[in-house]
T-cell receptor, first 114, second 111 residues
Framework: DGGITQSPKYLFRKEGQNVTLSCEQN?????MYWYRQDPGQGLRLIYY???????QKGDIAEGYSVSREKKESFPLTVTSAQKNPTAFYLC?????????????FGEGSRLTVL | DAKTTQPNSMESNEEEPVHLPCNHS???????IHWYRQLPSQGPEYVIH???SNVNNRMASLAIAEDRKSSTLILHRATLRDAAVYYC????????????FGPGTRLSVLP
């Protein structure tokens, strides 16, 4: 079945460590996104990518990095520079240009810093 | 991208209709109105979208005001599984990439 797969679902990290969250899609979508969600809050955009080898910062990119070497993959690295990384992280994808523009989301990765 | 405002929370009884409002007074002519919902500890899922005309699908109906400055998501018969946070967002064509998710409306469904 087509969809977005995020891994791991739960991740624990010690302070000062970098961690990488995986996001893979088989929907043949050009655009991919990373969001952060804190308890009781809406989604905030971290990074997005419209095509391979290109990505742009969202509203809260500081302390995060991404790569887009393949169309189907958009990993997010949470670096030690991110001051408060404990959160729920969501990856999404969509078509570009015309069409419904529907966003497809993964099931999320919950990161806890110990 | 234009922003939307929604009530923080709403309550409904099971099997009754629910009308979830959304204001988007700064909407532009190329903005589509999208609705998503998020169940606890899950990613949001698409519900419905529209541009000018009212829309129906198997999940819900979308009523759009004539001036497009507001819209209403209608769940015809709420079930306990409809308890979720509902987000109304605007999606520009060609797609603006930094569309904004606000805090949404938390819908509680009472048995």
């Amino acid at each position: 079945d087509g969809g977005i797969t995020q891994s791991p679902k739960y991740l624990f990290r010690k302070e000062g460590q970098n961690v990488t969250l995986s996001c893979e899609q088989n929907l043949n979508h050009d655009a991919m996104y990373w969001y952060r969600q804190d308890p009781g809050q809406g989604l905030r955009l971290i990074y997005y990518s419209q095509i391979v080898n290109d990505f742009q910062k969202g509203d809260i990119a500081e302390g995060y990095s991404v790569s887009r070497e393949k169309k189907e993959s958009f990993p997010l690295t949470v670096t030690s520079a991110q001051k408060n990384p404990t959160a729920f992280y969501l990856c999404a994808s969509s078509t570009r240009g015309t069409g419904t523009g529907e966003l497809f989301f993964g099931e999320g990765s919950r990161l806890t810093v110990l | 991208d234009a922003k939307t405002t929604q009530p923080n929370s709403m309550e409904s009884n099971e099997e009754e209709p629910v009308h979830l409002p959304c204001n988007h007074s700064t909407i532009s002519g190329t903005d589509y109105i999208h609705w998503y919902r998020q169940l606890p500890s899950q990613g949001p899922e698409y519900v419905i979208h529209g541009l000018t005309s009212n829309v129906n699908n198997r999940m819900a109906s979308l009523a759009i005001a004539e001036d497009r400055k507001s819209s209403t998501l209608i769940l015809h018969r709420a079930t306990l599984r409809d308890a979720a946070v509902y987000y109304c967002i605007l999606r520009a064509i060609p797609y603006g990439q930094n569309f904004v998710f606000g805090p949404g409306t938390r819908l509680s469904v009472l048995p």
